[in-house]
């Protein structure tokens, strides 16, 4: 299995530019969710889904926006970056309505906005 | 006020020294559960330990050991014996629900880095 699967692994934005960071999972997760990583700042979550059609917010909602049409993708979308969004993004995966199950990651998005 | 807490920020201790991780946490929620993640310089989150919050039994792999302290909201992480291999990043998170009900959210502490030196 490949687990969970993100793309691209580095990417540089101008400041105003619109992206698409993909997540894809293959093991029926019904829980996924992204966080970002900030040096000294832990990883925060920006927001979450239990389900397809179902999302909500997470810490850092704000500049981000997110859908989830099938079971296996939550992509997370930047409409307008900015260079407060350099960050390193992670996706997660979780069985359930993320519980104790355990959480898959994926391997990580290098994000610069310049 | 933070729901994880781990205060220490960075860590430097000579191999085979045994070390200790501080975790704190913060909750309202009655069913939760605890992890520990480690993340070592190539970036990937390895997964380590799942706690629920009914089970206070202390828990030991290999090196590694964690006790699980619910009257003083604690799950600290004790590597015995240090290797070099041990240096990463380390991260407590906490799985509970904001309201008592409904999704589970997991947040993470701050990190603390280990450093072994040889």
């Known amino acids: 299995n490949a687990g969970v699967t993100q793309t691209p692994k580095f990417q540089v934005l101008k400041t105003g530019q619109s992206m698409t960071l993909q997540c894809a999972q293959d093991?029926?997760?019904?829980?996924m969710s992204w966080y970002r990583q900030d040096p000294g700042m832990g990883l925060r979550l920006i927001h979450y889904?239990?389900?397809?059609?179902?999302?909500d917010q997470g810490e850092v909602p704000n500049g981000y926006n997110v859908s989830r049409s099938t079971t296996e993708d939550f992509p997370l979308r930047l409409l307008s970056a900015a260079p407060s969004q350099t960050s390193v993004y992670f996706c997660?995966?979780?069985?359930?309505?993320?519980?104790?199950?355990?959480?898959?990651f994926g391997s990580g998005t290098r994000l610069t906005v310049v | 006020a933070q729901k994880v807490t781990q205060a220490q920020t960075e860590i430097s201790v000579v191999e085979k020294e045994d070390v200790t991780l501080d975790c704190v946490y913060e909750?309202?929620?009655?069913?939760?559960?605890l992890f520990w993640y480690k993340q070592p310089p190539s970036g990937e989150l390895v997964f380590l330990i799942r706690r629920n919050s009914f089970d206070e039994q202390n828990e030991i792999s290999g090196r590694y050991s964690w006790n699980f302290q619910k009257s003083t909201s604690s799950f600290n992480f004790t590597i015995t014996a240090s290797q070099v291999v041990d240096s990463a990043v380390y991260f407590c998170?906490?799985?509970?629900?904001?309201?008592?009900?409904?999704?589970?959210?997991?947040?993470f502490g701050k990190g603390t880095k280990l450093s072994v030196i040889p």
């Open positions: 889904s239990v389900g397809a059609g179902i999302t």
């Open positions: 998170a906490l799985s509970d629900r904001v309201s008592g009900a409904g999704s589970y959210q997991l947040t």
């Open positions: 997660a995966s979780a069985r359930g309505t993320g519980a104790g199950y355990g959480y898959t």
């Open positions: 093991m029926n997760h019904e829980y």
């Open positions: 909750t309202r929620d009655t069913t939760y559960y």
